[in-house]
């Protein structure tokens, strides 16, 4: 039944944003785009759209990225508050390979044991399938609970780990992430 809900939401959704864009142009578009994903509305009801940014590796685009954030903010202390991304994939790509490079990029936050490493990589193979275009990862940061993340919609494994979701958040919101234009573009409107 929830499932049957969270694909007629989205249809309804994707329609709406067509119609819109189709009667008020690509303006109206940007505008309706940066509503709060359904999956984490009810954990983040107040949240701020704080920017969005199209990932490109090497002349491909992998992936446009969304960030919500939660009142009060501050982008030099991100860990501390609550936030939403949500990575809207442009190609296909293996939950390992996701992983995989996120641990490399998790590594520049800051120094990871090997035991965090294993166990890191081991959470997110479970919690990451493989993505195809089209395919939405949407990732939920608690302070003091750690990260949940939905894939289409659908609850995948969480990681209540919070330095796992420090350090994974921190590809994308920390001062030393691989991606500092991505960075800025994602905290457009938050405090820095």
């Known amino acids: 039944m929830t499932q049957t809900r969270n694909l007629r939401r989205d249809f309804l959704s994707?329609?709406?944003?067509g119609l819109v864009a189709a009667?008020?142009?690509?303006?109206?578009?940007a505008q309706v785009a940066t509503a709060l994903p359904g999956e984490v509305a009810s954990e983040l009801p107040a949240?701020?759209?704080?920017?969005?940014?199209?990932l490109r590796f090497f002349g491909f685009d992998v992936y446009d990225s969304k960030l919500w954030v939660g009142s009060g903010f501050k982008a030099s202390d991100y860990a501390r508050y609550p936030l939403a991304l949500e990575l809207s994939y442009l190609r296909s790509?293996?939950?390992?390979?996701?992983?995989?490079r996120?641990?490399?990029?998790?590594?520049?936050?800051?120094?990871?044991?090997?035991?965090?490493?294993a166990r890191w990589l081991k959470a997110m193979q479970e919690a990451f399938p493989d993505v195809k275009a089209g395919d939405r990862i949407v990732g939920l940061h608690t302070p003091g609970t750690g990260?949940?993340?939905w894939y289409n919609g659908q609850s995948r494994p969480a990681v209540p780990d919070t330095e796992f979701s420090r350090y994974f958040?921190?590809?994308?919101l920390?001062?030393?992430?691989?991606?500092?234009?991505?960075r800025t573009s994602l905290l457009e409107h938050a405090a820095q």
């Not at 994707?14 to 944003?17: C, P």
């Not at 009667?23 to 578009?29: R, S």
């Open 23 to 29: 009667y008020w142009g690509e303006q109206a578009l």
């Open 169 to 172: 958040f921190g590809i994308w």
């Open 14 to 17: 994707r329609t709406a944003i």
């Open 174 to 182: 920390h001062d030393n992430t691989s991606e500092p234009k991505l």
């Open 102 to 117: 996120s641990i490399k990029e998790m590594r520049r936050v800051g120094p990871i044991s090997a035991e965090q490493e």
């Open 47 to 54: 949240a701020l759209f704080s920017g969005a940014a199209r």
């Open 93 to 100: 790509l293996s939950g390992t390979a996701i992983a995989e």
């Open 147 to 149: 990260a949940r993340f």
